[in-house]
């Protein structure tokens, strides 16, 4: 009789169900545990990384309800986006169906696992009564003074004809479309983050359970900077700018400047292109990069002197040329710069194109003066000699010389000493339809006014096409006008929605009362937060898990979440990724857009085709239906998009869903990345049945008790001990590795038959977070009481795990020949006798002495012949 997983996974998925073994409730009585892995965007297939990420959680969660926590566990759909409206322009349909329908999919995929969610609490941020409640909050926001409207400078994709985040910017092209962006001045709305950004960055100095990596790419983005803040006066310049508002982070290289630079999107550079063509079409090449920093740096440093000049603040008889540079940023300082190529690379290379000067300031300590080939860039905290110092500054590092230049400059009433953040205001207007409605109503008499509470949710309309390019939202009068809810005169929906981000911001409160009729409940939100473990992909330990934190500060202000809950999530944890080989060819596509002018264009650009695994004869590298060749990327990261995927349902249809997730947890540390592979299912299968083969052989032996008894429960509470500290470490993989060893011990121990089935129940327990279906089985096999998912975590006696014996390894000659175990207080005389008869050192020393018998008590012997 063999493992059968197929009926035996369903059966103990029907017992939990019944039992209601993972609904979450709130018990004061019990201490909560609250575990969260980022929800998934509902494309319609899950793959084994969703499973590897899902499978931690379920581990810890499992874990944590044997150990008499009360656990919150759910489960949720990120399901808004352009995925979806693009689905809907290209096979026809409505985005609402194609993301419920994929949300069916891909729930029916996911419950084969076996998951310890509580599906109770499900919802999608489509739901009307998820995004309903988000408009409430903006609504509340917008009163707090945490939302405001202005206008700004955006990513514009002509294809999607919707705004782009700088992520989703490409090599200048859209993420989705693959069209070149431009950049446009559109009206948005803002949160504002930025208020609270030294908060958020010296608050991640207390999260000591997120890895260094994630704190430190946080603390980049938001990029405190201490500078000074001061003003070039300009000659020639036109009527009403008088001044140059500028700020630097390096003052100390004021004496080096040979230019000022501002940018395409800076108010004077939009006055001048109004009278002069020449700059307006370089203003408008410009605007056709990203507005990404990385954009910026890796384009072609470009410029156009405006004939303009500034004069130098330490030196009026100084004047500097005034150019608009493709690289400066409006939106971080005051989108103006003064130039010192010496010391900028940056700089450099714009001078160098433009025949500018480069007078160095410093050169490195000890060092003289010499032409620069390239910027001399020293770190912070090298010492460098200045040769253009401000009075005082001789030899210093970079940082003295920042501080001491500010205080000159103070000094000498050149501007005032600054701390900037780089972090920016968030940008949540998007133009397209499939996202939340953003709740306020334009009136003419009014002005912009917040749509009335008890209209809400503002709902979107289900009579929508996809026929013409943009917003149908734009184009849909019965849904656009409306009245105004302040004066009852006539007014119009802002038809903008809210940029996904904003769903993903703050679903993990709303999953603590999902259905209440206020964003949250405060009794709820009080018990269950914090989020105890979060889990995800390290690629959202930037914006994410950023915007996530400000929207617990942004809730905590508007009466929405405790201040306990103002840093949402205590731990965090980054899995690692589940690669596969990429397939992938070139493919021509031509399509229709439209320019920034509005005039429309065809275009025709190379698309990336995949291929999904099973589409593909891996040994000649061709696609199986037309034998064109494919490009074979080793080892990357599964991605739906890429097609790299491996579809668990085929796995568990084969293997079942206790082998998939006993691999993903056992092959590599879980913060690493674990390549999937046909032999690795395989075995982990083989495994799943020695087990259980095992189980039943205990349930059928009638050995009696015997000395070994003992032996095998000091095993047990070692994998016990071992067991329990590898998962609530996170290292799976040694828990797993513990019990493939106890798996081993159980089998040749010689103990009585109750005795090893004693151990047996506790290896159920053991494996019952990893694999919960054979652990069941096993448990009831050998007559286990009620289902082993509600029976208390074991406790290694910890009498048991004190050792009384000491394995010492021998060396001979410095290499390892043999072993022998002692009593831990053995006399070192009596363990060198020992060490003197071992047959392998008997055979060594042929009958001669050793020349040092060497013990180290506890450790090691050394025997040197």
Known sequence: ?????????????????????????????????????????????????????????????????????????????????????????????????????????????MKPLGLSIDWSREFATCDPEYYGQQQAMFIDMLEAGLVYRKSAVVNWDPVDMTVLANEQVIDGKGWRSNAPVVRRELTQWFFRISDYSGELLEALDGLKDWPEKVRLMQANWIGRSRGLQFAFSLVDAPEGFDRLEVYTTRPDTLLGASFAGISPDHPLAKHLERDNPEIAEFVAECRRIGTSEEALEKAEKRGMDTGIRVRHPFDTSVELPVYIANFILMDYGTGAIFGCPAHDARDFEFATKYGLPIPPVFVAEGAGEAPLAEAYVPLKSEKVRYIRGFAGQEVQTGEEAVNAAIEF???????????????????????????????????ETCGVVPEAKENLPVRLPDDVSFDIPGNPLDRHPTWRDCTC??????????????????????????????????????????????????????EHAILHLLYSR?????????????????????????????????????????????????????????????????????????????????????????????????????????????????????????????????????????????????????????????????????????????????????????????????????????????????????????MSPMVPHLAEEIWAMLGGQGLVAQAAWPKADP?????????????????????????????????EKLVLAEETVVKVLAGSAPKKLIVVPGRIVNVVI
């Open 550 to 766: 400000f929207f617990a500060r942004a809730m905590h202000k508007t009466g929405h979440l405790p201040a306990k809950a103002i840093e949402p999530f205590n731990a965090l944890f980054t899995q690692g990724m589940v690669t596969h080989e990429i397939y992938k060819k070139p493919q021509p596509v031509e399509f229709t857009a439209y320019t920034a002018s509005g005039e429309k264009a065809e275009f025709t650009s190379l698309k990336t085709q995949y291929y999904f695994p099973e589409e593909v004869d891996r040994a000649t590298r061709t696609v199986i239906s037309t034998g064109e060749p494919v490009e074979v990327i080793p080892s990357a990261k599964m991605s739906k998009s890429k097609k790299n995927v491996v579809d668990p349902v085929s796995i568990i249809q084969s293997f079942g869903a206790d082998t998939a997730r006993w691999f993903v947890m056992s092959d590599s540390p879980p913060e690493r990345d674990v390549e999937w592979t046909a032999s690795g299912a395989e075995a982990a299968f083989k495994h799943m049945g020695r087990v259980w083969r095992l189980a039943d052989e205990i349930g059928r032996a009638d050995a009696a008790p015997n000395a070994e008894d003992t032996v095998l429960e000091r095993a047990t509470a070692r994998a016990i001990a071992e067991v329990t500290a590898g998962i609530e470490g996170f290292a799976f993989n040694k828990a797993v590795a513990k019990l493939y060893e106890f798996t081993n011990t159980l089998n040749r121990s010689p103990a009585g038959a109750a005795a090893k089935k004693q151990a047996m129940l506790t290896m159920a327990q053991l």
């Open 1 to 109: 009789m063999s493992y059968d997983p197929a009926a035996t996974e369903a059966k103990w998925q029907a017992a939990w169900e019944a039992a209601e073994v993972f609904r979450a409730r709130r018990d004061p009585a019990k201490p909560k545990y609250y575990v969260l892995e980022m929800f998934p965007y509902p494309s319609g297939r899950i793959h084994m990384g969703h499973v590897r990420n899902y499978t931690m959680g379920d581990v810890v969660a499992r874990q944590k309800a044997s150990a008499g926590y009360s656990v919150l566990h759910p489960m949720g759909w990120d399901a808004f986006g352009m995925p979806a409206e693009n689905a809907a322009m290209e096979r026809g349909g409505h985005p609402k169906d194609w993301t419920y329908g994929n949300i069916d999919v891909m729930r029916d995929q």
């Open 409 to 443: 400059c103070e000094s000498q009433g050149v501007g005032r000493g600054v701390t900037n953040y780089r972090l920016r205001d968030w940008g949540i207007s998007r133009q397209r339809y499939w996202g939340c409605p953003i709740p306020v109503i334009h009136c």
């Open 485 to 538: 809810p302040k004066c009852g005169g006539p007014g119009r929906r802002e038809t903008d929605t809210m940029d996904t981000f904003v769903d993903s911001s703050w679903y993990y409160a709303r999953f603590t009362a999902p259905h209440a009729a206020t964003p949250t409940d405060a009794e709820d939100a009080d018990y269950w937060m914090n989020v105890d473990q979060y889990i995800g992909g390290v």
């Open 799 to 831: 009498a048991l795990l004190v050792e009384d014996t000491v394995t010492l390894p021998i060396q001979i000659n410095g290499k390892r020949r043999a072993e022998i175990t002692v009593p831990k207080d053995m006399p070192i005389a009596e363990v």
